[in-house]
């Protein structure tokens, strides 16, 4: 079964930087796309970045030149760098894998800024 873990998260003022990181079990990890999403409170989950396992990613327009989706096979981690942190970046950020047709997620970790 696959388990995903997010760490990470936290308060930091506007223009500042946090990494995030999943760590993922339950699958070979290095065969499949990993995401980072983000649900703010009354809005729908969207998708922040996604990493392929040939390593191609996309990301959402409002993250573009901001942050960057990294993954490590190694360490069956994938990472989200987020700088210049804006207080609209404020949500929980989910880690997701699809496996199967399946989509799992991690339980999210709280990323809040402040102006």
């Known amino acids: 079964q696959v388990q995903l873990v997010e760490s990470g998260g936290g308060l930091v003022q506007a223009g500042g930087s946090l990494r995030l990181s999943c760590a993922a079990s339950g699958s070979i990890f290095s065969l499949y796309s990993m995401g980072w999403y983000r649900q703010a409170p009354g809005k729908q989950r969207e998708l922040v970045a996604r990493?392929?396992?040939?390593?191609?990613?996309i990301y959402a327009d409002s993250v573009k030149g901001r942050f960057t989706i990294s993954r490590d096979n190694a360490k069956n981690t994938v990472y989200l760098q987020m700088n210049s942190l804006k207080p609209e970046d404020t949500a929980v950020y989910y880690c997701?894998?699809?496996?199967?047709?399946?989509?799992?997620w991690g339980q999210g970790t709280q990323v809040t800024v402040s102006a």
């Open positions: 990493v392929s396992s040939g390593r191609g990613t």
């Open positions: 997701n894998q699809v496996k199967g047709g399946e989509n799992y």
